[in-house]
């Protein structure tokens, strides 16, 4: 029961950091119908970024992260946004998820060659002194994931609730068309949405890289289980992707330890197969009207 | 003439490497790996909009299926027609879940399959050798005509080559080739002038996945040795980058995907790392620049 307790909580730990990566990838696909095949990479340069402000430049941590977010919405928010998906756009889904798979290969192997092929080491961001709750064992790092996740989601939900601009984002997520009618620049929300994503990448590398180490091929299992956790949940509702995320941390970290370790990368493969067999449009979702 | 001037090119093209020397080819052969590979993906990707990364597991099916009923004595062929079968039948049970909901859905569960085929080849020790592999793979032999020489394997994988890409262009010229193209260019408009969607873009992947494990099989004797490495995600999307470049839903795409990506590395001499860097912006820069692929330079040069 102890170690149960231990590896739920852990699974919902790395299961919020999927959440976040997935929300972004929504978010994404609702705005400017990309599907970000760098995704996992959009966590992973970040990463990559921290450790070169914290462990090489020594800056302090504040200074670090401040730049970290500032590089990841630079270079993967306005960028990528204006560089690709602003000429892509129009020519349908095909030739931008291919783009964006380019894009993964390119951050990859350029972080594997120019940088190193090796795992860094990531310093700790919170205290690696265990919480002792009779006899179950449980560490900062996992508690303040979950928490500081609750905290950017639910900021989140509250700006594209309450707020114009998340008004606005809502009615480009639900008919383009019918929102450059109402006067809203569709394209300066696209920007908005690969900023957001971008910084939602950033915040997830810091939280995922003491848990991972920062290796240049991480983003691969990261970005196949954010988009799971998208499909799982339901690929047109933040909340479903919350869940999705969640649900596939869980199974996976649970399935790991009692079923098998080898396999352990299979097993969100196997919900996402079942979700699409029984519910096609995730376990939360809506079912889509045709939008190409 | 018009026709017959690029087939004569490609029957000369096809026989040169027998003049060339062992290096040489090695990587002629591996070309004609690679060039069933991307046309089995050329259909599902170029004619039907499906995007697998998950190729290079079907051409595990192949390979596996080769080496191991070799180890139990059967014939190359049987192995080769196993692992087409293979290919076929995964494609359908992958490509079956994914092709319910949106086309996009096919690229992430092709790219899970992948990793999983990789965890079981490196984990199913008794079967497949795990991280070792399986070695001595024998190629093929009728009676007393063997194809143990690099040449003589070379054109019986040529002769291999020729039966797919026949049966690709008449699979592409048929009532299905139309309907794969409407399907493409049109997805509302084929299903309303009554193109079953979903039976047709699940063939067009099962196709693919079954060429992908003749490839495969092929593949296996020609270093009569093979490993999981040699399956992995990135050599899948490798097969994207060959279609993509030489240009999607032609015929003639794949044939220049295969040559350039196999002989680019051989002419740059950079390492592997580098050539993927240029390889993914390549790809980028294409579908920027130029997303009919290099198919369209030949297409310029010829005047059309």
Redesign the interface.
Known sequence: MTDFIQLLVAGISIGSIYAMTAIGFVLLWQTSNT?N?AQGEFVVLPAFAMVLFLTVFRWPFAAALLATVLVSTLLLGFLVKEV?VA??LE?G???????T???S??IR??L??FWT?LALPFPPVFSRVPIRLGTIVLSWEELMNVLLVGIVIGALQLFITRTKLGWAMQAVAQNRTLATVLGIDVSRLVTLTFVLNAALAAVAAILIAPVYLVKYDIG?GLG?KA??AA?IGGFNQIRGALLGGLLVGVVETLAAAYLSS??R??F??VI??AV??LK??GIWGVK?E?S? | MRRLLPLGALVLGALLPLAFEQYKLYVASLTLVYLILAIGLNLTLGYA?Q?S?GHAAFMALGSYAVAILGQRGLPFEVGLAVGAALGFFWGLVVGF??L??????L???T???N??VF?VLR?WESLTGGSFGISEIARPAWGPISFKSDRAYYLYMLGWAAVVVTSAYWILTSRWGRAFRAIREN??RAEVVGVSLRNYKLMAFAIGAAYAGIGGALFAPLLSYIDPGAYT?DRS?QF?MMV?MGGLGRFEGPFIGAVLVTVLPEILRA?E??Y??I??????LM??FM?KGLVALWDRALGN
Do not use: T
Not at chain 1, 93 to 99: D, G, M, N, W
Not at chain 2, 279 to 284: C, P, Q, S
């Open positions: 599907i095949f690709l000429r892509l020519a889904v095909l030739p931008l998820v291919i783009a798979i380019g894009l290969l390119l192997y350029s594997q060659y092929p691969i196949l988009f799971y499909i080898q396999f990368d299979a969100a493969l996402l197969i699409l067999l096609p449009e889509e045709w190409s | 909009g995007i990364l879940p994914a319910k909901v949106k086309h996009h859905y690229a992430m569960v790219l899970g399959f990793i999983i965890l984990n997805e509302m995600l999307i994207l993509v390492s790392g580098l993927l860097i390889y993914a912006l390549a790809v980028i579908m920027l997303p």
